[in-house]
């Protein structure tokens, strides 16, 4: 398995830096590098691009606007010397974030992210028919098979994922946009910038929260008319 990857910084010197991390990493295949996010859609346009190192400063345009403005972005990991971005790299639902200077043990474990997110996308988008009702997530070194019908909600915590189930409750290294793209839109619903939950295991609508089991899971005022159409229109009785 190669991932493929591009490089975008401005500044020669993290370039060459990352291009020799990757050279070390048998899993990546580098299809180049840019400096700045006009010649990276370049890049970006010949196709089969899996993962870029994104710089975040660049002039022009930073890589958090840049990533912002593609509608199919690939795997992302910010590479920045300003820690104080990290909070917004998790809202985009980057991979990873590493600070300058990046040193190849931090480098290696976001790579390894990587990899592992990769590997789950083939299993659940290209191994198992659409008929299937369930999907696997990496636990540690185990694989976990999770059943759609077991599944109550799922949330976000920094850059893992958490899935509550009716026997479990499993944490995997993921985003859950990434999760969110796997999950079959009839069943479940994104309520929150952290929370997904299963449509069939939703028990009431408390003013702003869904009560799900024992949990009150809050609906933000980005999802709500989503939430909302979705749920009750056509489905609620008045008199």
């Known amino acids: 398995m190669k991932i493929n990857c591009i490089i975008i910084d401005d500044e020669p010197l993290a370039r060459k830096g990352l291009k020799e991390y990757v050279t070390e990493v048998d899993f990546l295949e580098l299809k180049g590098e840019s400096e700045n996010t006009g010649a990276a859609e370049t890049l970006m346009s010949k196709g089969n691009i899996d993962l870029m190192f994104l710089d975040i400063q660049m002039p022009k345009v930073t890589g958090i606007n840049f990533l912002k403005g593609l509608k199919n972005p690939p795997m992302a ?80 915590m920094e850059n893992y994922v958490i899935f509550y189930t009716l026997k479990d409750k499993l944490v995997s290294y993921l985003t859950l946009k990434s999760v969110e793209g796997y999950l079959p839109a009839d069943k479940f619903l994104r309520v929150h910038k952290s929370f997904i939950v299963a449509i069939p295991k939703i028990e009431s609508i408390d003013g702003a929260d869904i009560v799900i089991k024992d949990k009150s899971i809050p609906i933000s005022r980005t999802f709500k008319d989503e939430v909302m159409n979705k749920l009750v229109t056509g489905r609620f009785l008045k008199r």
């Open 77 to 156: 990991i910010f590479t920045t010397a300003y820690s104080e971005y990290a909070l917004q790299g998790y809202e985009l639902d980057v991979l990873d974030y590493l600070v300058k200077p990046i040193s190849f043990e931090r480098f290696l474990k976001a790579c390894n992210k990587a990899k592992d997110f990769y590997a789950l996308k083939q299993v659940n988008t290209k191994a198992l028919p659409k008929t299937d009702e369930y999907f696997f997530i990496r636990c540690e070194d185990r694989l976990e098979k999770i059943q759609y019908d077991e599944l109550l909600y799922i949330e976000a």
